[in-house]
Structure formats: structure tokens, C-alpha cells
């Protein structure tokens, strides 16, 4: 039998490890709440932390679009790189927001990467640490080159004569309207083709229901006119392979003056005439190139000296006018395309322009004043790209290749293997005119133009036509002069058209070519990419985002330079 003490012993061990296991549970709740309460804390940092991303995220991008915006009002590639004003910040306290533009360029079309900074600040705690958020992206606007017709006004009649649109046609760009047109059967439309029209699209079942509908009809000037069947020669309607929508109108620039989509040409171009060349003497004869009291008019000559690619020059005379019915010019000024930095201006007209373009070249027309009339651009004889001169195999939109066996629809395929033709050309025009772009009827020697049908005349370039140079609404168009008296002649074009007024090239009677100048053509489709077009073409004032340039990145800080595209 245990004594009393060794029991009470054994009592005292028992309690003495009951509070040793307390203690012990104690502790290790005790170590648990803390851990806990440091990590709910830790949590809750990297909680606040990750708010603050992305609320820095917002932020910057919110700083894109003010940037862009900026963009938008300015209009003009700014000279350097350029910080934008204090903008609007939802928390000045804790952050900072720098937003800059980085000019750059491709092949002489200017670009913007827009750079954005949310630098987050700092906060008492020491585990709020600073950081720079950066969002930045590259624009560049979409130019009028992108179109391969844009017509602000397009005639669907006048007194004896339907315009219209058709006959065995394919537009393989984009096609704009603003106003009414009429389109007749076997066209192909491949790309967007968009119209304003106020009183919408009306088709008609035939050439009579057609002709009663808009012959003669104003209500027709305002609507999209689609006659579908015709007869057995012409016997299929308009199709659109990417749809006919409607949308808002687009407004083409009315003084390239001071419009600020046409700003780039006027500041770029290293050529104005007659200014840069006013009180130029020829080396030889010591003639001024300009005598002011003949008039603003101008012969421009473009030729390819070599096989070197891109050393393409311009001869450049005043033209004086004619004595005993011999044209008369001032003493010849030779520029090569390089040097006058890819682009020249006339205040005045250019009364023949013709030759070979070696290198990418705008040329401009501006009027002299708001209803001075000039502000021309004759092309009175072949105009024609070095490098499209090479490719004897170079196709058009008559290829055979082009339609299906039954002629119903556009080998789509195949306009692929006419893109690449395109897209291997190193050689662009672009021609912008105040007033119009005319197909003389006779040059300068009163030698007929563009008047065989076996030698055909050749036009590379991307005509704009804007017809602000007098209040007339039938000027500004790209067309041949007196087409409905002229012989019948063959004419290859490959470029686009923007024009304030559609005007015919050819007169059909009874399905049959009479008159004007009539030939296959195709787009350029270099002129939507970027670089593609023709150097500082006036644009449409929409940006687009350059593809894959958008970046969401954690830089050092603001200053830290915005990687550009190539």
C-alpha cells in the first residue's frame, strides 16, 4: 500500500506536466496569432502593393490617351521629344505621371511612341516601396494614300450622259464615297468599301428601272445607285467581298495651305517654287531661273540617270509661255529627289509633268490664293516607276488570271501574287493638286496625249485632287481633258484617286469604247503600311496603333527612355 506522500508526489508530477503542456500550448498559440497577425499583415502590404499596380497600371494608361489626344489636337510630328504639360492626377499625393511623345520616322512618315509613367511614391510604411509603372505604344495616321478611290462628290448624271462606276472593273483597296454614285454591273469590290450617302443603297432589277430612277432624278445624287443585272455581256451585280457599310463623312482637306493633315508636306518639303529658286542663275547663261512677270507655271522632267537604285532627279524649267506658237522656258534646274528631302511644292501650276521616278517623290500644287484657279498638274505623257519599268511580267487588273472560269467572282488567290509584284517596287509618286490633276489633250508642242489604243500611256502614282483654289463645286478631280471629243487611247494606271469631284474617263455607247481613255489599273497597296506611301501625304487625322507596338512594362524611373520601333 502507497504511503500518503508518495501519492501526494505522484499529484504534484501530474500537475506539474499538465502545466508544462499548457505552457507549451500556450506558447505555441501564442507563436501561431503571431505568425498569423504577420502574415494577414504581409498580406495585406503585398494586397495594398498589388492595388497599387495596378491602380499605376490605370493610371499610365489614362496618360496614353491624354497623350493621344495631344497628339490629335497638335497634328504635326513635334521636332523633338516632348513632355507633355502637368496632366489631371486622380492621387497627386502618392504618384507622379509623366507622359512624353518620341518623334520618329519610316521612310519619311512620321510616327509617335507615346511613353506614359505612373511613378507610385514611397509611403510611410516601410514596406510600401516605390516603382515606375510604364504603358507606351506607336501611331502613326492613316493617309489619304490608303484609299484606291475616295470621291468627296461624284456626278450619277449630267444633261444626256449617266456616270457611273462599272463594266468589268476590280478595286482591290479601299473605296470611299461621299455623296451619291452609281455603280453598274460586273464590279468587284475586294477591300472596305464605304460610302455617306444621306439616302442610303438602292438596287434596281434592270437597266430600265435603273434609267427611270436616275435619269434626270436629283434624289439620285444622293444614293447609292446598284443596277444589278444588265444583259448577257454585263450580267453580274456589284459584289462587295467585305461589305458596303455606310458611315459618317470624311472630309477632304480644303486648304492644304493650313490644314494641319497636309502640315507635313508643307514643312518637309526641301523644294518651293518659285521661292527656294526666286533669285537662281543659271551657272552657264546667268539667267534667272524665275522671271516673276511670266507667271507662276512650271515643266518638271523625271528621270533615272543609272541602275543605282533611289538617284532619281528632277529637271525643273519655268514655263513662259508661247512666242509664234514655240513654247518658251527659263534655264533648267537639275534636283535630285535625295536632296530636296523627297517632296517639292509649287505655289502656282505645273503645266507638264512627265518621265521616270527613280526614289519616292511627292510633288504639291498650291494655289496662290482662295480664288486664284491655279494650283494644276498636268501629266501630259507617260509617268512611270524605274523599278515597275523592270518587271516585264508586271500584271494589272485585266490578268486572266484574275476572275473564276465563269467570270462570276474575283480569284482572290490570285490577288495575292498581284500584291507581291506591288510590294516589290522601291519607286512611289505622289501628286497633290489645289485645283485638279489633267490629262492634256495635246502638250506642250501640241503633240496629241494618251490618244492610241497600242501604246498604252502609263501613270504611276497616287493622285489627290482637293478643288479648293476657286468656290466652284465641280473642281478638284484627276481626269482627261475634253474626254467626250478626244480619240479613243489606252492608259495603265497603278496608284489611287482622292478627288473632291469624280469626273468620267470614258465614254461607252451601246456597251462600245468611244471616247476618253480608258485601261486596267491597280492599286498600290504599299499605302497602308506604314512607310508605304508616298513621303508626306496629306492625311486623314485617324491614328491607328503600328502592330505589336503596345508594351506594359516596370521601368527605373520616368526618364528612362521608351524603346522605338525599328
Not at 523633338?80 to 512624353?100: E, G, H, R
Not at 528621270?303 to 509664234?324: M, V
Not at 501650276?349 to 494644276?376: H, P, R, W
Not at 487588273?397 to 467572282?409: C, F, H, I, K, N
Amino acid at each position: 500500500m502507497q504511503s500518503f506522500k508518495s501519492l501526494l508526489m505522484r499529484k504534484s508530477r501530474k500537475k506539474g506536466s499538465i502545466l508544462v503542456m499548457v505552457m507549451i500550448v500556450s506558447t505555441v498559440l501564442w507563436i501561431s496569432i503571431i505568425y498569423s497577425m504577420s502574415a494577414m499583415t504581409t498580406a495585406r502590404k503585398l494586397t495594398l502593393q498589388n492595388v497599387e499596380h495596378e491602380r499605376a497600371l490605370m493610371l499610365a494608361q489614362s496618360g496614353l490617351a491624354q497623350g493621344l489626344e495631344w497628339l490629335n489636337v497638335q497634328g504635326t510630328q513635334p521636332s523633338s521629344n516632348t513632355t507633355l504639360t502637368t496632366l489631371n492626377n486622380p492621387n497627386s499625393t502618392n504618384y507622379d505621371l509623366d507622359v512624353k511623345v518620341f518623334p520618329d520616322t519610316i521612310d519619311a512618315n512620321a510616327v509617335w511612341t507615346i511613353s506614359s509613367t505612373a511613378t507610385y511614391k514611397a509611403g510611410t510604411a516601410s514596406a510600401e516601396r516605390g516603382f515606375s509603372r510604364r504603358v507606351q505604344a506607336t501611331v502613326y495616321q492613316m493617309n489619304f494614300a490608303r484609299y484606291e478611290q475616295f470621291t468627296d462628290q461624284t456626278d450619277v448624271w449630267t444633261s444626256g450622259y449617266l456616270h457611273f462606276f462599272g463594266f468589268n472593273a476590280v478595286y482591290f483597296g479601299p473605296f470611299h464615297v461621299n455623296s451619291g454614285m452609281g455603280l453598274w454591273p460586273n464590279l468587284w469590290f475586294c477591300e472596305e468599301s464605304t460610302g455617306s450617302a444621306p439616302d442610303g443603297i438602292f438596287y434596281y432589277p434592270n437597266y430600265n428601272s435603273y434609267l427611270s430612277a436616275v435619269y434626270n432624278k436629283n434624289s439620285s445624287k444622293t444614293r447609292i445607285n446598284i443596277m444589278q443585272y444588265y444583259n448577257s455581256t454585263y450580267k453580274f451585280e456589284p459584289k462587295f467581298y467585305k461589305g458596303l457599310q455606310r458611315i459618317n463623312n470624311i472630309a477632304i482637306p480644303q486648304d492644304l495651305g493650313v490644314d494641319q493633315r497636309a502640315s507635313a508636306l508643307r514643312a518637309n518639303a526641301g523644294l518651293k517654287l518659285p521661292d527656294s529658286l526666286a533669285s537662281y542663275l543659271d551657272p552657264v547663261t546667268n539667267q534667272p531661273f524665275y522671271d516673276a512677270t511670266k507667271g507662276k507655271k512650271f515643266v518638271i522632267v523625271a528621270e533615272d540617270p543609272s541602275n543605282a537604285q533611289n538617284d532619281g532627279r528632277l529637271k525643273i524649267r519655268q514655263y513662259r509661255g508661247k512666242l509664234s506658237n514655240v513654247p518658251q522656258y527659263g534655264p533648267e534646274v537639275v534636283k535630285t529627289i535625295s536632296e530636296i528631302n523627297g517632296a517639292l511644292i509649287v505655289t502656282g501650276d505645273i503645266e507638264s509633268l512627265k518621265g521616270v521616278i527613280d526614289g519616292k517623290l511627292t510633288i504639291g500644287a498650291f494655289k496662290t490664293s482662295a480664288s486664284s484657279g491655279d494650283g494644276n498638274i498636268k501629266i501630259d505623257g507617260s509617268i512611270e516607276y524605274e523599278s515597275r519599268k523592270a518587271n516585264a511580267d508586271f500584271k494589272y487588273s485585266d490578268a486572266p488570271e484574275l476572275y473564276t472560269s465563269d467570270g462570276a467572282d474575283v480569284n482572290l488567290a490570285y490577288v495575292d501574287t498581284l500584291k507581291n509584284q506591288v510590294y516589290a517596287l522601291n519607286d512611289i509618286l505622289g501628286i497633290v493638286a489645289e485645283k485638279e490633276v489633267i490629262v492634256p489633250r495635246y502638250d506642250l508642242n501640241n503633240a496629241a496625249v494618251g490618244t492610241s489604243m497600242s501604246n498604252s500611256m502609263r501613270m504611276d502614282c497616287i493622285v489627290m485632287a482637293t478643288g479648293s483654289s476657286t468656290s466652284s463645286t465641280t473642281d478638284g478631280a484627276f481626269y482627261p481633258e475634253d474626254m467626250l471629243n478626244r480619240p479613243t487611247g489606252l492608259c495603265h494606271k497603278l496608284g489611287g484617286v482622292i478627288q473632291n469631284r469624280g469626273k468620267s474617263w470614258a465614254l461607252f455607247s451601246g456597251g462600245n469604247f468611244v471616247a476618253g481613255l480608258d485601261g486596267p489599273s491597280l492599286w498600290d497597296f504599299r499605302a497602308v503600311l506604314p512607310g508605304g506611301a508616298p513621303p508626306f501625304f496629306p492625311t486623314t487625322g485617324v491614328y491607328t496603333y503600328l502592330k505589336n507596338s503596345w508594351r506594359d512594362t516596370y521601368v527605373a524611373d520616368a526618364t528612362e527612355d521608351p524603346v522605338l520601333p525599328n
